[in-house]
Structure formats: structure tokens, C-alpha cells
């Protein structure tokens, strides 16, 4: 059984800096095995906002880009969300997620779409101005 495991969220003012962890067990890494992490805002859709696959490849949403990166230890089964200068609007239920990419080539790289099969419980990042 596949349990992913959130911790590091909290409340912090605008302008500081949070690093969420998420801890895989009973998951299979494969070649093209992604993780990612979402968030769910009150009233709002969830909205991806970060990913990674198995060769390090990361794509990061523009709402936050050059402000939050992923990274991930692969001996720790760890994915990691590192946030920096906190706004208000990054206020939300952030959840990781692990999954899949359809599509993987080893000899050329390509990769397709990562289609996420687990999730987990979500740790509550809060951001007051």
C-alpha cells in the first residue's frame, strides 16, 4: 500500500519561507516515476504547482517560479518543496502526490504527461500580510 506523508507547513508572515517534505512508502520507483506537489485554496480548484520525475527533471507553475523549487532524495524517498517569499495567495492545503509519466523514452529522454496515482493527506501553509 502506497502512503505518502506531508509534513513542514504552518503560519508564517509574507515574505518568509517554508520547505515541505513528503515521505513515500510502499511506492515503486521506476524510470519514469514523478512526484509532485499540489495546493487547494478555500473555494478554489486544486492547482498543480510543482514536479519532478526520476531523472530530475523539474517543472515548477509560473505562479510560483523563482520562488519555490522541488527537489527530491531518492535514498530518503523524500520530495521536498522549498518556499520562499511567501504571499498571501500561496495561502492553501498543499498535498503531494506520486505517480507515473505515460510516456518515457531512456534513449532519447522524452517524457510525456505525469499521471499522479496517489496522493497524500495535504499539511495547511498559511501566510498573513
Known amino acids: ?4 506523508v506531508e509534513s513542514g ?12 517534505s513528503c515521505v513515500a512508502s510502499g ?3 521506476r524510470r519514469n516515476s514523478c512526484m509532485g506537489w499540489f495546493r487547494q485554496a478555500p473555494g478554489k480548484e486544486r492547482e ?7 531523472d530530475g527533471i523539474k517543472r515548477h507553475a509560473d505562479s510560483v517560479k523563482g520562488r519555490f523549487t522541488i527537489s ?3 535514498a530518503k524517498n523524500t520530495v521536498y518543496l ?4 511567501l504571499k498571501s495567495e500561496d495561502t492553501a492545503m498543499y498535498s503531494c502526490a506520486g505517480g507515473y509519466l ?10 510525456g504527461r505525469c499521471v499522479f ?6 499539511t495547511q501553509v498559511t501566510v498573513s500580510s
Open 102 to 111: 505515460d510516456e518515457y523514452d531512456p534513449s532519447t529522454r522524452f517524457r
Open 9 to 20: 507547513g504552518g503560519s508564517v508572515q509574507s515574505g518568509g519561507s517554508l520547505r515541505l
Open 82 to 85: 522549498e518556499m520562499n517569499s
Open 1 to 4: 500500500q502506497v502512503r505518502l
Open 117 to 122: 496515482q496517489h496522493w497524500g493527506q495535504g
Open 48 to 54: 498543480g504547482v510543482a514536479e519532478i520525475d526520476n
Open 27 to 29: 511506492y515503486t520507483y
Open 72 to 74: 527530491q532524495d531518492n
